[in-house]
């Protein structure tokens, strides 16, 4: 039975930093992910990793804020989020694809998804 658990949200003030964890059990994935979820939005894409590491992806919104990566010997991604802003607070959720080839940022290709975990962000 697939499971991804995800861990490590809370309340940052804008300017801080949070590390999000993701423990995967049941299987390993070619592609891991984050997506985010705030109050009146769709669920949107927020990084990607392949299974090597060697290739990610990332929004735009987050590019040289965030960095993903993961550890396959625990099965294991991480998000790591520094100069955190106040349009960051959402639901992060962890996203598990068999997706091989471009790390995709594309909701439907990823099969399983965590609980979720909150982020939140004062000004």
């Known amino acids: 039975q697939v499971q991804l658990v995800e861990s490590g949200g809370g309340l940052v003030q804008a300017g801080g930093s949070l590390r999000l964890s993701c423990a995967a059990s049941?299987?390993?994935?070619?592609?891991m992910g984050w997506f985010r979820q705030a109050p009146g939005k769709e669920r949107e894409f927020v990084a990607g990793?392949?299974?090597?590491?060697?290739?990610?992806n990332y929004a735009d919104s987050v590019k040289g804020r965030f960095s993903i990566s993961r550890d396959n010997a625990k099965n294991m991604v991480y998000l790591q989020m520094n100069s955190l802003k106040p349009e960051d607070t959402a639901v992060y959720y962890c996203?598990?694809?068999?997706?091989?080839?471009?790390?995709?940022?594309?909701?439907?290709?990823?099969?399983?998804w965590g609980q979720g975990t909150q982020v939140t962000v004062s000004s």
């Open positions: 990793i392949n299974w090597s590491g060697g290739s990610t």
């Open positions: 996203g598990a694809s068999a997706w091989r080839g471009i790390v995709s940022m594309t909701r439907t290709h990823y099969d399983y």
């Open positions: 049941g299987r390993t994935f070619s592609t």
